[in-house]
């Protein structure tokens, strides 16, 4: 069970160092470029995952980082149940660690760095400069801060004309996000009912 704690451990460890690294040497939106089909690309995103949000700004933020203690709790479950197959374990592994990163976000960097991105006039805006850890007063508050992303893959581009072109996974994520797909991925191929339903249909063809 230890070597479970690990994995997980790691990962979250893994996560936060690239993140609090990019946050405190990267103004927002700076990139760079490592691979011709791979670059950091600082962007907060003050969403559930991938960008994606409703507009709602704080209180959003609050509920958002409700659901996520609520989805944590029950992988929490999971992952101590007996008698689970390896890669069912694994998989929980890579979702407890994502969520728990992506919800350390949420919940600390407001109050732990002094500049972020901040919910004004309706939207999400920006900000200028580097941001630096702050532990007198932060530019959010509890479960009000926004998550880092850096990942970017343009793995393939699709030129229309001189003025624009179009980029196949234009998507910036982090570590944790990668870590939750993975484990969603394995978690469903790899659950019981999913075996069960794969036993049934194999002894129906041989029948």
Known sequence: MIKYYLITLNLIILDQFLKIYVKTHFKLGQSLKIFKWFKFFFIENPGIAYGFNFRFGYIEKIIISIIKTIIISIFFYFFFKKNNKIFLKIS????????????????????????????????????????????????????????????????????????????????????????????????????????????????????
């Open 92 to 207: 929980i592994c890579l979702l407890f660690a994502g969520s728990i990163s992506n919800l350390l976000d949420c919940f600390f960097y407001g109050i732990l760095f002094n500049k972020g991105v901040l919910f004004n006039n309706n939207t999400w805006t920006g900000y200028e400069g580097i941001s630096k850890f702050f532990l007198k007063k932060g530019y959010s508050f509890f479960m009000c801060g926004c998550v880092v992303d850096m990942l970017y893959f343009p793995f393939f581009k699709l030129i229309i004309n001189k003025n624009y072109e179009l980029i196949i996974f234009n998507i910036i994520f982090n570590i944790a996000d990668i870590c939750i797909s993975i484990g969603v991925i394995i978690f469903f191929l790899c659950s019981p009912g999913w075996i069960r339903t794969s036993d049934t249909l194999i002894n129906s063809q041989v029948l």
